[in-house]
């Protein structure tokens, strides 16, 4: 066979021996590899002129002249004895020669390089972009947690108000009962009276508590879904942003019907969503603040879709509107038409990816008519709700074990363990209450987190080994401790301070009802 044949080929080839001796190249070869071909064809083996990335690719198999006619494809970066790199796509065949009793290999060659060189560009590129996305995620989560945070600060004067009306009546209610004890008998009457009004501010600051501790709860990525009425939503976003509002008689009313379908979501999260969009609508009232004759209003309504099932909330103010160019950035983060320093354009941009991580979405009404509205639309999503009372609850003769280091707690846990009738041992530490298990193995340990000694957290670890059976249940005055930041194998159900008989209960059920 004369291989000059291959000569006017404009494709790379060449062909081989047994002892990978190049026995012919073509001169797009030799211009693929910058290697003259007398160097090529001098008997070195073809692997010590040019390298490849696949070290296996000259060992052929030693089937019998002619009989093997396995072809192998491979794609490989090469550098040639000159220094010149690049990629190849390669497609080796045996073929026989008449003449000859051994078995020759041809190899077919493809300049991939340009192609080769654009994928790892590509790569590249998209890892990039990939790591630049976990850090805007990292970056996003930081921002929606100090924004929180500020959004706390600017109301602590709606917090304090909140809290001071039921402290307010707490003390007098005290100097009264103790004024009247010291001159009389109490009486059932006045009793009921005062307790009627201490259960009703303590209440007041317990939601406050648990709202503040619920709002300035952890990261994006620990959310969790409850079942929950936007009425409330919009109801704790009015108290907290009333501070804003009364104080520039702005009219704030809560059009959302109760009976509208529950939504799954992150309370806290929904209603710093709700509180933004108050608070901008607020601010734009005051900012514009021309037309003295309009009642400022801020309007706030639900509907539900049924078909679609969504719940679209709107948020309808008569302040001064968004002028066309505006409209365009306004979800865009950073963009504020505040002064420097009173807005960091944040607000909208937060709250749209609350939404979306709702599975939702928050757009602007495009109808320009007087003032602005802004739609918040969530998905309902059919979630049985237990309520206490339909759980069913056989605690009769249940042994559990209280841990904490504070008797208050431990009493008021005691009394209405006991009242649904378990039994109860208690201790003040960690180390007494190992004790305790070693003695007699409780069905149930409802632990306080943090303690003076061991924490809560490692009477678990220990409790996990030793009685892997007993449930555990944390009770912690920090959401964020039991919401986010802990080993969920760690713990069956958790109870946050302060708490309700019906909340313990919860705890309770779901501890001896979570899968293992
Ligand atoms: N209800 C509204 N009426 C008129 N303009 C609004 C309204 N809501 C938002 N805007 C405009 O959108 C801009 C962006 O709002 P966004 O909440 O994202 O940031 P911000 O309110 O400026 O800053 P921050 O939220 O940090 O206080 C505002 O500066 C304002 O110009
Ligand atoms: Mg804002």
């Known amino acids: 066979m004369t291989f000059e044949l291959f000569d006017p080929l ?215 879904l409850v079942p929950t009425s936007m009425f409330d939503v919009i109801d ?33 999260l929904m209603e710093q969503v709700a509180v933004n969009m108050i608070k901008n609508a607020a601010e734009a009232i005051l900012e514009a603040n021309t037309n003295k004759q309009i009642e400022p209003l801020i309007e706030i309504n639900g509907r539900y879709q049924k078909d679609l099932q969504k719940v679209v909330i709107s948020f309808k103010d008569n302040g001064p509107g968004i002028p066309p160019e505006a409209r365009k950035k306004l979800f865009t983060p950073f963009f504020t038409t505040k002064p420097i320093g009173k807005g960091t354009g944040l607000g909208l941009s937060i709250c749209q990816a609350m939404a979306v991580k709702h599975g939702g979405s928050l757009s602007l009404d495009p109808s320009s008519g007087l003032g602005t509205t802004f739609f918040l639309t969530l998905p309902v999503v059919e979630i049985k709700e237990q309520s206490a009372n ?47 298990i070693a003695e007699n193995p409780p069905d149930l340990v409802i632990t306080d987190i943090i303690m003076h000694k061991m924490s809560g957290v490692d009477l678990a670890k220990r409790i996990r080994k030793t009685n892997p059976k007993t449930r555990i249940s944390f009770v912690s005055g920090s959401l964020n401790l039991v919401g986010g930041k802990l080993d969920r194998a760690l713990f069956d159900s958790y109870l946050t301070k302060p708490f309700t008989k019906n909340g313990l209960q919860r705890a309770i059920y779901e501890a001896f009802n979570k899968k293992a």
């Not at 051994?102 to 990039?128: F, G, M, P, R, T």
């Not at 103790?178 to 109490?186: C, G, N, W, Y």
């Not at 976003?237 to 809560?254: E, G, W, Y």
């Open 10 to 224: 404009s494709s790379p080839i060449f062909i081989f021996d047994p002892d990978h001796k190049v026995l012919y190249c073509n001169d797009a070869c030799v211009a693929l590899f910058e290697v003259p071909r007398q160097k090529l064809t001098s008997g070195t083996p073809c692997y010590d002129l040019v390298t490849f990335t696949d070290p296996e690719l000259f060992v052929m198999p030693k089937g019998e002249k002619g009989k093997d006619k396995a072809t192998k494809y491979r794609e490989v970066d090469f550098k040639s004895v000159n220094g010149k790199t690049g990629s190849v796509r390669i497609a080796i065949r045996p073929i026989s020669q008449l003449d000859a009793q051994e078995k020759l290999w041809i190899c077919y060659l493809q300049d991939v390089s340009l192609e080769a060189n654009l994928q790892k560009k590509y790569n590249q590129e998209l890892e990039k972009k990939e790591r630049f996305i976990i850090q805007l995620q990292a970056t996003q989560e930081q921002l929606i947690q100090s924004s929180k945070m500020a959004t706390i600060g600017e109301f602590t004067a709606s917090i304090s108000h909140e809290l001071n009306n039921p402290l307010a009546v707490l003390h007098s209610c005290v100097e009264d009962l103790s004024s009247i004890v010291k001159t009389e008998p109490l009486n059932k009457e006045i009793a009921s009276k005062f307790i009627g009004m201490i259960e009703r501010s303590t209440k007041k600051i317990m939601n406050l508590s648990q709202h503040l501790k619920s709002f300035s709860h952890g990261p994006l990525t620990d959310i969790h």
């Open 236 to 268: 704790s976003a009015m108290n907290f942003t009333q501070h804003l509002t009364t104080k520039r008689t702005i009219k704030v009313i809560n059009n959302v019907s109760k009976d509208l379908p529950k939504i799954p979501m992150d309370p806290s």
């Open 390 to 436: 339909e759980m069913t609850l056989d605690l009769a003769g249940k042994f559990i074990l209280v841990i904490d280091d504070e008797p208050l707690i431990r009493d008021i846990l005691s009394r209405y363990l006991t009242e649904m009738g378990c039994k109860i041992s208690e201790a003040e530490s960690g180390e007494q209450a190992l004790e305790l």
